[in-house]
């Protein structure tokens, strides 16, 4: 029985020491900076041209501004809600795009083709 009591007290004091010196070595690490997300400015426009075999695509801004923009790999391509491809977008269609500018040059991350409006009555 005393066996018993000795272990349980050593226990009860063993345990809060090493919780304390697991938190005291925590606070001497620094903490993780997080991944500063690249820069992503927006452009918005009337397409004029895509080019799928090169991944570009050719936007005429309200000023009537022709930019012509690389399409990365990964961009996420929306028309609505649903998902399509760079195929899929055609001249005449609005847009509006998000590039990362940290490179140099814009490289589109994500263009949301607008649905079509209905026909006015």
Known sequence: MRR????????????????????????GQAPAAPKAQPALKTHSGE??????????????????KEMTLEVASDARI??????????????????????????GKCVLKSIRVQAARAAAR
């Open 47 to 64: 397409v004029v041209s895509v080019d799928t075999t090169k991944n570009q695509i050719v936007i005429k801004q309200r000023t009537g």
């Open 4 to 27: 018993w009591i000795v272990v349980a007290i050593a226990f009860s004091l063993v345990v809060p020491l090493v919780n304390l010196l697991a938190q005291q070595q925590k606070a």
């Open 78 to 103: 929306t028309k609505g809600r649903q998902t399509i491809t760079l195929s899929d977008v055609k001249p005449g269609d609005r847009v509006t795009t998000r590039c990362d500018e940290s490179g």
